[in-house]
């Protein structure tokens, strides 16, 4: 027994519940009511892509809306971080190279070098591919 019992509102609250299970009597008709609706979602997605295709193929760079902002802010990010850590660590590394006339490992790991190679081979892999698709 519920609290909605209780205070005499379990039977109403289950009202619409049942009129909506009952809303479809069949089978047949749940399926086509649930094939309209992944077709409403995926025809909104079409429309998506069509908007996307026509701002990128936007004479100037800036026209075409948020996705070159996104792109060269997010360049700005890594170059911000990226160029400043490979000079003071290469002029660092160097400078004790020549001082003590031996030659250590490099001081960045590995795995970082590694994510700056995948970043820029993502960014133009997607160049490419966008040269492709809408050159």
Not at 3 to 19: N, V, Y
Not at 34 to 40: R, S, V
Not at 101 to 119: G, K, Q, S
Request: hydrophobic share 45%; with cysteine.
């Amino acid at each position: 027994m519920s609290i909605m019992s209780w205070i005499g509102l379990g039977g109403e609250l289950a009202k619409p519940i049942q009129a909506a299970s009952e809303l479809y009597t069949t089978d047949k008709a749940r399926i086509v009511a649930e094939t309209g609706l992944e077709t409403a979602q995926q025809q909104r997605g079409l429309k998506q892509l069509d908007n996307n295709r026509i701002m990128a193929l936007a004479s100037n760079m800036f026209q075409s809306g948020w996705q070159p902002l996104i792109g060269w802010t997010a360049g700005f990010c890594v170059a911000l971080y990226y160029i400043p850590q490979l000079v003071v660590v290469n002029l660092e590394w160097s400078l004790q190279v020549l001082e003590s006339h031996e030659i250590t490992p490099f001081p960045i790991d590995p795995t970082d070098i590694l994510n700056l190679v995948y970043l820029l081979f993502g960014f133009g892999t997607y160049h490419l591919v966008k040269k492709k698709l809408l050159g």
